[in-house]
């Protein structure tokens, strides 16, 4: 990974405050009333006559699907088998309802719908037994935090959070866990804060540690190999920490840079962007931190967003295009598609893009294709 460079311009404007956290939706304008008739008592409808799919041309067409479900602007979208789950609007500004939409069948069934008059229903997760999301007044004072056992069918409250001044929650869903982080209180300069870890089989809470500095660069977190991963910055210096779900022990690394963000891993290496001055987004720089050696490797200036798969970093460049880097041949891949999201879910890409045309196309790839043209 030592090995590996890209150059990308730097000349759009860095918006990656909004692309992170704020929720996927549409204005009440944007709405495209394209929605078949439902059958109150199932809440189903066949959707197969109005889905509009579309050929795609580039290189990997083959391992690419692109749809258009009529719903008009989508937000989130999760994979799980053959069931598409979505954020959509029902003449709501933003996201209202998620709608389970089965790509064979063409079957659509509501998931769940806010109680909030001006509501934000976002950050979809997924695997084989959850889904989670949140459910948000639009000015993001009040959040909810679900879950759905896919198994029963059942949906339970995880938590109810109330905050002065716009906060979005982000939680991240690892096999029976959910964890979140959250602001405890304003001491005059910071935002302090603490990570959430929720179990979903035992149905209880704990705070895992607090946070001394919280901002938009670390109110999230990330979890693999049974690891919660987040940053802090405090004393004049920047921290990885992690908290170990079998121990319970944290450990702490220094990061070189004051403000780390944005951080995932995968084996015994961070990716993160990385800032010394967070009024200025446009300075980060997209890099890997080797904790073994403790050694940094820059794979590129600034970008839109970037997620760690299993075998690929999915990266949108300063453009929004998507590229993949493959993690064990050391190679880029351009995939030739400018998108707005970007998720893995069980060996397929999900990725979203806001057409002109105020309707969004999902785009849904297979990663081995991809991987094996290399």
Known sequence: MDKFEKKISNNSSFSINYIFFLGSGCSQNEVVNQNPPSNEATGESN????????????PYADAIISLKPPFGRIGDVVLVGNDLYMCVSDNTEFAKNII??????????KIFTSEFDDPSVQNLMINDNWLIWTDSTADGLLHRIYAKDLKTGKIKLIAKLAFKGLTPISPFLYEDFIAWVEPTRYDGKYFNGKVVLYNLNNHKTKVVSKIRQLGLYNNFIYINDNKILWTDSYDGKGYYKF????????????????????????????????????????????????????????????????RIGKKYILV?????????YSMDKLEWIPLEIRVDSIIECNGKLVATFDE????????????EKIKSKG
Not at 47 to 58: C, G, L, P
Not at 265 to 273: C, E, P, R, T
Not at 276 to 305: A, L, P, Q, V
């Open 100 to 109: 389970k939409y089965n790509l064979q069948t063409k079957q659509t069934e």
């Open 356 to 367: 002109i045309d105020l309707t969004t196309t999902i785009y849904i790839i297979d990663l």
């Open 316 to 324: 949108m460049d300063s453009q929004s295009d998507l590229e993949l």
């Open 243 to 306: 908290y170990d779900l079998k121990t319970n022990k944290i450990k702490t690394y220094e990061s070189k840079y004051l403000y780390p963000g944005y951080a995932e891993f995968a084996g015994n290496k961070i990716y993160s962007l990385n800032f010394n001055n967070i009024r200025d987004w446009t300075s980060h720089k997209f890099e890997e931190y080797d904790i073994k050696n403790n050694t940094y490797t820059n794979i590129t200036g600034h970008i839109t967003r970037f």
């Open 47 to 58: 959707i197969e006559d109005n889905e509009t799919i579309e050929e795609n041309k580039n």
